[in-house]
């Protein structure tokens, strides 16, 4: 299976701030990296697909990046609907594997 | 705009069997579109459980290869999940979502299903 590892897990930011967050694949995944939003008792809400492809309706400060087997999600100037739990999910082979989470809090 | 609604027992039994289905609007199932299942253990991250494409052969988490069924049917606009012989480990909120064919992003989620296995 592949490995999906997020860093950080959590952590803890302004209003305003940039926020990256990383998702490292186990091996190469090409650009099958696709990223979603979660907020508290809600069905997550997909961002980004193939690595960088904002869905319709995502606000343009919301951004993916990839470099080899390094995938970042940035958002450029956090809003308070933006504190939630976002996932990276691999989809260059099954078993479809999604990171672990990293939950974003207001500072 | 794709809606999709889970439905389904939100208590089963240990040992027993977790049936879910999954109604689709606003779009065929025969769109173009997989259709899977996705579960979210309380506290816990996201995991696929599977997903298939009308008329085509499912795919499943290898975690749970011997107790999952994926199916679909057409005439109803709708896909299921069972999952037999249930214990604790299985309790969790359900989701099922469209996928995109081309970068099998899920694009379209359910609401979610909450079941609990107890006794």
């Known amino acids: 299976d592949i490995q999906m590892t997020q860093s950080p897990s959590s952590l803890s930011a302004s209003v305003g701030d940039r926020v990256t967050i990383t998702c490292r694949a186990s091996q190469s995944i090409s650009s099958f990296l696709n990223w979603y939003q979660q907020k508290p008792g809600k069905a997550p809400k997909l961002l980004i697909s193939a690595a960088s492809n904002l869905q319709s309706g995502v606000p343009s400060r919301f951004s993916g990046s990839e470099s080899g087997t390094d995938f970042t999600l940035t958002i450029s100037s956090l809003q308070p609907e933006d504190f939630a739990t976002y996932y990276c999910q691999q989809s260059y082979r099954t078993p479809l594997t999604f990171g672990g989470g990293t939950k974003v809090e207001i500072k | 705009q794709v809606l999709l609604q889970e439905s389904g027992p939100g208590l089963v039994k240990p040992s027993e069997t977790l049936s879910l289905t999954c109604r689709v609007s606003g779009d065929s199932i025969r769109s173009g579109h997989y259709w899977g299942w996705i579960r979210q253990p309380p506290g816990k991250g996201l995991e696929w459980i599977g997903h298939?494409?009308?008329?085509?052969?499912?795919y499943h988490n290898p975690s749970l290869e011997t107790r999952v069924s994926i199916s679909v049917d057409s005439s109803k606009n709708q896909f299921s999940l069972k999952l037999i012989s249930v214990t604790a480990a299985d309790t969790a909120v359900y989701y099922c979502?469209?996928?995109?064919?081309?970068?099998?992003?899920?694009?379209?989620w359910g609401q979610g299903s909450v079941v609990t296995v107890s006794s």
């Open positions: 979502a469209s996928i995109g064919q081309k970068e099998l992003d899920f694009d379209y």
């Open positions: 298939i494409y009308p008329g085509g052969s499912p």
